[in-house]
């Protein structure tokens, strides 16, 4: 365990604050993708990560099937996360809400929801629920080691 002066200790504790700030979007940007339905790809491919908007132009029409989905940052740089900004994980596709919700499927998919490794209808919930657990159990963590 490292020994930390008095006068370093506010700037040690934000320092871990914001790692789990950034290790938490970070995750729930995976997790989403992860879960997200699967025809051609482009929804999984538009979710974008802003800081302090939720902006940004969704991935153009084609077939991005099999492509990895990393994360995108709108309005500032990936891995700088700060304290005091908020953060959204959004989809601007025009259908990303009705699908991930389960209210509007496309006409391809035949009237089923498509799932991918146990994705439901309103996952973005699920996974919202499963991220507060995530800071719980890492802030627990941090309390522990500092």
């Keep these: 365990m490292a020994t930390i002066k008095i006068g370093d200790i506010g700037n040690y504790c934000g320092q871990q604050v914001e790692q789990l700030l950034r290790a938490t979007v970070l995750e729930t940007d995976r ?18 990560i802003g800081e302090n908007a939720a902006t940004g132009t969704p991935k153009p029409e ?24 908020y953060y959204s994980i959004h989809n601007n596709l ?8 389960g209210t509007s499927l496309p006409p391809s ?6 799932t991918r490794q146990g994705t439901i209808p309103g996952y973005p919930d699920l996974v919202a629920k499963e991220m507060q657990s995530f800071i719980d159990a890492n802030w627990e963590r941090i309390k522990r080691q500092g």
């Design 94 to 101: 025009p259908y990303a809400e009705p699908v991930v919700m």
């Design 62 to 85: 084609g077939n991005y099937k099999g492509n990895a989905a990393p994360p995108v940052a709108i309005n500032y740089q990936l891995g700088q996360e700060k304290i005091g900004n």
């Design 109 to 114: 998919w035949g009237g089923q929801y498509r």
């Design 31 to 48: 997790r989403l993708k992860e879960r997200s339905p699967v025809d051609t790809g482009r929804l999984r491919m538009s979710w974008q």
